[in-house]
């Protein structure tokens, strides 16, 4: 099939971004491997709905789309599967001011001195533990855990906006994790994905030789004030507090749960304006296992996570377009008539030796066609697709965006619910 040019003139020229607040801060709270950029997300919430219209992201990973609509005063609806994606996500959609943060960081303070961190530390965090200790200075580490597990312990115990500013702070945490900037906590890693313990080890162990013959370490480990380091990153994504009230106020919501079941309740069907999303690109990125520091700081083993995840993210084509079939079947019934969903997938490989490049836009029309013969509530209508034309250098995640896993091209594929 050939890749159609969008016909739709509402597509063919997009708007420059509208300055609305210093809310764009808050998108820098952490990188997430194959989100997609906040202009991208901008660009087609600006065309395509009003403000105070309802956008949909079911795949929101770190929240890019809804900070977006948020920002944009449009109300924001999110879900994820992945609990690191849910705090990232829930931390844009209930923003704290930097006061708040320092308020948040107190209540924890007070619990790991005042408990003593014996008390904190219950050794819940199980066996990922170890591997994670090798990122860190030991007393790093140890600031680290107690604070991990003082957030497990008061997640437990609070409720409502208690629990949201917990989440948010948890996310600065996440942003922390690891990474090159000075207030990164690891050693220099990347920023975007959890690297691989064994390759880390190999590196420490590389450069203690390094360092026995005279020459620079190129993993150097330094201690990091735990404390310090998120105050001081809270200065820096924190918006103003009048951004922070507007984007509460319109109250946008993330579920933590798998697209197929969502919504359990009918309350949103025929309502929501817009559905931008970008779901997994088969089974190309492993969230879970690449993200695995970040849910360990969580209280979650990878492989648990994983196991969660499999449903959707399938090495076969043919299940995957099953179980994007019931996504897309319970986001006609969520779209108004007239509403969009704009999908953005790549083009992939089934496997890294498969040839050739599966082109997953093209697929995705193909059974919305068998869909409309299928179900008698199933109205989309696919306008076009184009081809997502973000240079490589701008893309947030180009690690996976490589020719191995054959996601080179990313396509933009727009329906409209008639
Ligand atoms: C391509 S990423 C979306 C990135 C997002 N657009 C952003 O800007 O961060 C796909 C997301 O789908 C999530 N996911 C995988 N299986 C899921 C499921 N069954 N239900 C909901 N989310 C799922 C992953 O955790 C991941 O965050």
């Not at 449009?74 to 943060?101: M, N, Q, W």
């Amino acid at each position: 099939m050939q890749e159609i040019q969008l016909a739709a003139e509402h597509m063919e020229e997009l708007p420059e971004s509208v300055d609305n607040g210093d809310y764009i801060l808050l998108q820098g709270i952490a990188s997430r491997i194959c989100s997609f950029p906040p202009w991208l997300a901008r660009q087609h919430i600006l065309t395509l709905t009003d403000p105070g219209e309802l956008v949909l992201d079911q795949f929101s990973g770190k929240g890019t789309a809804l900070l977006e609509a948020l920002g944009q005063n449009r109300v924001a609806l999110g879900v994820d599967v992945a609990p690191d994606a849910f705090i990232l996500s829930s931390a844009k959609t209930y923003p704290l001011t930097y006061p708040e943060v320092l308020e948040t960081l107190a209540r924890i303070y007070r619990l790991v001195d005042h408990g003593s961190s014996d008390h904190v530390l219950t050794g819940r965090l199980g066996s990922v533990t170890r591997q994670a200790s090798i990122f860190y200075h030991p007393r790093t580490f140890r600031e680290l855990r107690c604070f991990i597990e003082a957030c497990l312990y008061l997640r437990k115990r609070t409720s409502g906006d208690r629990l949201r500013e917990l989440r948010f702070v948890q996310a600065i945490l996440l942003g922390l994790l690891h990474g090159h900037r000075n207030e990164a906590l690891s050693l220099p890693c990347s920023h975007a994905y959890s690297m691989s313990p064994a390759y880390v080890r190999k590196k420490r162990l590389e450069d203690e030789s390094r360092v026995r013959r005279g020459l620079k370490a190129k993993y150097p480990i330094a201690y990091r004030n735990l404390w310090e380091c998120l105050e001081s990153r809270a200065l820096q994504i924190c918006p103003s507090s009048s951004t922070v009230a507007r984007i509460r106020s319109l109250c946008g919501r993330v579920w933590y749960g798998s697209a197929l079941t969502f919504p359990k309740e009918p309350e949103f069907e025929g309502r929501v304006t817009l559905c931008l999303t970008s779901p997994p690109y088969l089974d190309r990125q492993r969230y879970a296992k690449d993200n695995w520091i970040r849910l360990w700081a969580l209280g979650y083993d990878h492989r648990t996570v994983n196991r969660r995840m499999h449903g959707f993210i399938s090495g076969s084509l043919s299940k995957y377009l099953d179980h994007l079939e019931l996504v897309l079947l319970k986001t006609s019934r969520l779209l108004r008539v007239g509403g969009h969903l704009v999908l953005i997938v790549g083009d992939v490989k089934t496997d890294l030796k498969a040839k050739p490049i599966v082109n997953l836009g093209t697929e995705i029309v193909r059974r919305t066609r068998q869909m409309s013969r299928k179900y008698d509530d199933f109205h989309m209508v696919h306008l076009g697709t184009r081809r997502d034309d973000v240079p490589a250098g701008r893309r947030s995640s180009n690690s996976f965006w490589s020719s191995q896993a054959g996601t080179k091209i990313d396509r933009i594929v727009c329906f409209r619910r008639e």
